[in-house]
């Protein structure tokens, strides 16, 4: 089960919400606590995607004002009229920032016009803009900026779900600080964490860390946990390069292994395989339940991954040189590959 992100709510009549708090630090330079927007949509998926997009302009938006810039106003007003607010709200306060002239009356601002119908006259002086502490941005901030790109050059939903679920343990460990105070120390904090942490966690009731430590009978393997540095390390590297922060703390924290993957597995011996394809047990070819028949086998012939095996058509068994081969290809709405090099 993916885990949402937490800019998105789910209303009480299952619409999904868009809510980002506005740091206080900014609050000068933007007339409300919070941007919130209604995505107009029950469904998570699509949620997430237009979350994403928003969460986008609202970064852009967030970086303007962390550089002492005052956002664009057509961006505040509607994140104003949407959160709500009365147009002679908008007014007043744009007045407080010289940004109308004083002359003009609130009242005579009717509450059924439209706030596109305002019309803002140049500024005649320069406005003054208070003092910023610039700061970076969070550490899940980061990520989902990061996130929204990928998705732009088409990575799997699920993929993206599953590198924020690492980005949210993280979190869960050293709190969502600004990413340039993340220390080498908090990543040694991660990897003493995760390495005692059970398989299969988003699997399990919402709880303390501590507690599901306490109760876990198995450990992640080294794999998993190298995995995670994995993704921690390609966040870093993104903030790096976009400036956010000037080093990498999870670089070089994986954990070695003195054996391959794949000799950790556990592999069926010849007696378990001849148990498993007997004839007298095995099911039918032409019985109800074809997939039963073919999998295993192609499983057994191939080494191929389960879920790429069952989104194959028959036009996907083809004849190169003579040859009959299995094409496992992405060409259809329900065919999905791990990797762009698993063709």
């Known amino acids: 089960m993916s885990t949402i992100p937490s800019y998105l709510l789910l209303s009480r009549h299952s619409v999904y919400y868009f809510r980002v708090v506005v740091p206080d630090v900014i609050r000068p330079l933007l007339p409300q606590r919070e941007i919130r927007r209604s995505l107009q949509t029950r469904c998570k998926r699509e949620a997430l995607i237009r979350g994403r997009d928003i969460l986008a302009q609202v970064q852009g938006l967030f970086t ?3 550089q002492g810039i005052r956002p664009s106003l057509e961006f505040i007003r509607g994140a104003w009229e949407v959160g709500g607010k009365r147009l002679a709200s908008w007014a007043s306060w744009l007045r407080q920032q010289q940004l109308i002239g004083a002359a ?9 016009r439209s706030v596109g119908a305002l019309q803002l006259p140049p500024v005649a002086s320069v406005v003054t803009v208070p003092a910023v502490v610039q ?3 969070s550490f899940l901030a980061v990520v989902d900026e990061q996130l929204v790109q990928q998705r732009r050059e088409g990575v799997a939903v699920k993929s993206l779900d599953d590198k924020r679920a690492v980005a949210v343990l993280l979190t869960r460990i050293i709190g969502d600080m600004p990413i340039d105070q993340i220390t080498r120390k908090d990543a040694h904090l991660f990897r003493e964490t995760a390495l ?3 398989p299969r966690l988003h699997q399990l009731p919402d709880q303390p860390l501590e507690q599901s430590i306490a109760e876990a009978t198995s450990t992640i393997s080294v794999t998993t946990f190298n995995n995670y540095v994995k993704n921690l390390t ?3 590297s993104y903030a790096v390069r976009e400036g956010y922060c000037s080093r990498n703390p999870f670089d070089g924290l994986r954990v070695r292994q003195r054996r391959k993957v794949s000799e950790e597995r556990s592999a069926f011996s010849a007696e ?6 007997n004839r007298a047990t095995y099911a039918p070819a032409h019985g109800q339940k074809p997939n039963q028949y073919w999998l295993p086998l192609l499983e057994l012939y191939t080494g191929a991954r389960l879920n790429e095996l069952c ?4 036009d996907d068994v083809v004849t190169i040189d003579s040859h009959t081969c299995i094409h496992i290809r992405a060409t259809r709405p329900d065919q999905k590959l791990k990797t762009a090099s698993s063709e």
Do not use: C, H, I
């Not at 003009?104 to 059924?112: D, Q, R, W």
């Open 272 to 277: 378990a395989l001849k148990l498993l394809f």
């Open 311 to 314: 989104q194959l058509y028959t």
């Open 135 to 137: 700061q970076s941005p």
């Open 234 to 236: 390609a966040f870093f």
């Open 104 to 112: 003009m009356p609130v009242p005579s601002l009717a509450p059924e």
């Open 196 to 198: 005692k942490l059970p």
């Open 64 to 66: 303007q004002a962390f």
